[in-house]
């Protein structure tokens, strides 16, 4: 049976004792998007559920798929914006050293997105809130372990991202995050390395 290219999969599991770890080639093909913000604020923007699903209005739209992740995708967002690619690249090649890099299939998906976020949104000043979502989603979740190479990398990607200003590890430990560019990146990466000093290993889902 032919797969169309506007079929989404779409899934839930639960990050705890009770689950294996999600293996690195399912990080590769999926966009990992943690629901873990507990907040009092849900009383004053959510409605209470009847039990039914009513879906009001539907917007086709978001599933006209015209292109897919390619090389093409990476050499649009290099016209438009080189910065985010110098900066996609630079974040990986040194990760290499430690093994925790991407591979050319997440970097391809993170510039498809990112180009769509701008296309939806019409503001090429979004760019960088698209790359700061990629990098949570595309890119933490794969820095996990119990050695060295993951804190060493979780310090390398801060440093790069932060243009050097962020370059040991107290600095990784007390520094305010939302003074710089992106925040839910850096934050996460800062609650990574707290956990890992702590407890000598650590995984996307510990924080």
Do not use: W
Request: net charge neutral; with cysteine.
């Amino acid at each position: 049976m032919p797969i169309p290219l506007n079929l989404y999969i779409i899934g839930t599991i639960n990050m705890d004792e009770s689950t294996h770890p999600v293996s690195s080639k399912v990080l590769d093909r999926a966009n990992t998007i943690e629901m873990n913000q507990v907040s009092k604020g849900i009383l004053s923007v959510q409605s209470s559920q009847t039990g039914t699903l009513k879906v009001e209005k539907i917007d086709s739209s978001f599933s006209e798929i015209t292109s897919l992740p390619t090389l093409k995708s990476a050499k649009k967002l290099n016209n438009s914006r080189s910065d985010l690619i110098d900066l996609i690249y630079k974040i990986n090649d040194g990760l290499i050293q430690f093994r925790t890099n991407m591979g050319h299939r997440s970097i391809f998906e993170m510039a498809h997105y990112i180009n769509n976020y701008i296309q939806i949104s019409g503001d090429n000043s979004l760019a960088e809130e698209a790359l700061d979502l990629q990098l949570c989603q595309k890119l933490i979740p794969k820095l996990m372990g119990a050695d060295e190479r993951v804190e060493k990398s979780l310090l390398h990607t801060a440093k790069t991202i932060t243009q050097g200003k962020i370059h040991n590890e107290d600095l990784l430990s007390t520094s305010d995050m939302t003074a710089f560019d992106y925040p839910k990146t850096l934050d996460k990466l800062q609650r990574m390395y707290k956990y890992y000093t702590q407890n000598g290993f650590v995984n996307f889902a510990n924080v």
